[in-house]
């Protein structure tokens, strides 16, 4: 009797922290992002320029960085981009986590949903194509403190109002794509409702439910078999790993011609790359390449600022998921010394994404925030897209040039090896005198960070 009610009394525990998170997490930190007008800004390989001739009237100007070809835009252009990639955020109210009684991943669960938005720029890559953009993305409202807040307190109260009446919602239905309504008059017009029907079964795959093959729930299942429980940190790395097993374990059919596939020792083997178990040729052979890396020692070195840039500005880029220490973040892009990035750490309700109708608006981000490279913690995790053997010999070639040493970078982030990992002997000549790569002593290095977001 007493062991039962000791239970009860961490059950609402439990419960009275989640509740908390949702209001520390619900506020909106910035409610804009400086941008300046003189420098591109990149994002997954895009380039967008915000010179203008005067304030009112902005100008498509030519990309010159780094000699890269690139696409060009205007400030409408890269908010349009930016806010159709897909957002993962914490939420709440959904059914418990397996092995816990957790329904809400507010102050824990970041890395995983940064894990989640990487995954889904490659399916956005996989399925729509990097040109793609959301036909309703400039609609989306600016995320307000007032409103974001008041509703956090309601959440708080209904919580804990749930808690001591021991109510529980359980949700466990299956996502399935949107319905094909009326037939589009011109191929064009079908094609974009094709598209439409697509991203809507993407972010669907992505559901806070049990049987969401990508979802919040299968993760934490997956990440038991490695040690980690609902509330634990994730790394970057922990995180790559569970990709792959999420990738490899979907039984839904959308996903049967994709793998994951994660290096070794900052090591990408080819053959492991290509000889993937999949049936499908070897040309129609998609797969996610997940490089954990670590840029420094307590620090990222800023000797390897310039290569984070490169890797940014290349399209089959995925992004990189790492952040601040305890704190993670999803880099998609930059603009001189600063990071952009996608912010996981906004506390929303449950979607059921089950529902053929299910609102896409809290899956998009209206919001950039940017954050100095100076501040960027060196554990992370690269991601690059790959759609068939010839693409993947392309980008090998491409990441291999770009990763030779330079007289200031002297050790690459991570390297490519042409045959299988089990053809050499990892353990054979490791001198441990030489086990500083890649793990760089910086100097301490002093950035201010960016405010409003604001053209300047």
């Known amino acids: 009797m007493e062991n039962k009610g000791s239970d009860e009394v961490e059950k609402l525990k439990t419960k009275f922290m989640s509740a908390w998170h949702n209001v520390k997490y619900s506020w909106a930190l910035k409610l804009k992002t400086s941008f300046s007008r003189d420098s591109p800004v990149f994002l997954l390989g895009k380039c967008y320029h915000f010179k203008a001739e005067d304030d009112d009237c902005f100008s498509q100007t030519s990309c010159e960085a780094s000699g890269e070809d690139c696409a060009t835009g205007n400030v409408e252009a890269f908010r349009k981009d930016f806010a159709s990639r897909v957002w993962l955020t914490y939420r709440e109210d959904f059914a418990p986590l397996p092995g816990s009684t957790l329904t809400s991943d507010c102050g824990w669960g970041c890395m995983l949903r940064a894990g989640q938005m990487m995954l889904a720029q490659a399916l956005v890559l996989h399925f729509l194509g990097r040109e793609w953009t959301w036909s309703e993305a400039l609609t989306l409202q600016p995320l307000d403190t007032e409103t974001w807040t008041a509703t956090a307190a309601k959440r708080l109260v209904t919580s804990l109002e749930a808690s001591l009446q021991g109510a529980m919602r359980t949700s466990d239905s299956k996502p399935s794509p949107a319905p094909s309504g009326q037939n589009p008059g011109s191929a064009e017009e079908a094609d974009a409702h094709l598209k439409e029907m697509n991203h809507r079964t993407l972010v669907s795959w992505f559901g806070d439910t049990s049987s969401a093959p990508l979802g919040l729930h299968r993760f934490v299942y997956l990440g038991q078999t490695m040690g980690k429980q609902a509330g634990d940190w994730y790394g970057p790395s922990v995180v790559a790993h569970i990709l792959k097993k999420a990738v490899k374990k979907a039984m839904d059919p959308g996903l049967a011609g994709i793998t994951a596939y994660v290096s070794q020792d900052c090591t990408v083997y080819s053959a492991d790359v290509l000889d993937s178990p999949q049936p499908t040729p070897p040309n129609n052979r998609a797969v996610v390449i997940l490089v954990p890396v670590r840029l ?161």
Not at 387 to 409: H, M, T
């Open 296 to 456: 420094g020692g307590e620090r990222t070195n800023p000797v390897y600022f310039e290569f984070a840039k490169s890797v940014l500005s290349l399209e089959y880029c995925i992004g990189i998921i790492g952040g601040k220490p305890k704190q993670a973040c999803y880099f998609v892009g930059f603009q001189d010394d600063s990071l952009i990035y996608m912010d996981p750490h906004y506390c929303q309700s449950f979607v059921n994404v089950s529902s053929s109708d299910f609102s896409l608006q809290s899956f998009h981000c209206p919001s950039p925030k940017k954050m100095p490279f100076s501040k960027m913690d060196p554990s992370c995790t690269i991601g690059f897209y790959s759609r068939s053997a010839e693409d993947y010999e392309r980008i090998s070639e491409e990441l291999s040039k770009l990763l030779q040493p330079s007289a200031k970078e002297k050790y690459p982030a991570f390297t490519f090896m042409q045959g299988h990992s089990r053809d050499y002997d990892l353990s054979a000549g490791l001198n441990p005198g030489k086990r500083e790569w890649p793990f760089i002593r910086d100097k301490p290095r002093i950035v201010t960070t960016a405010g409003d977001f604001v053209l300047l």
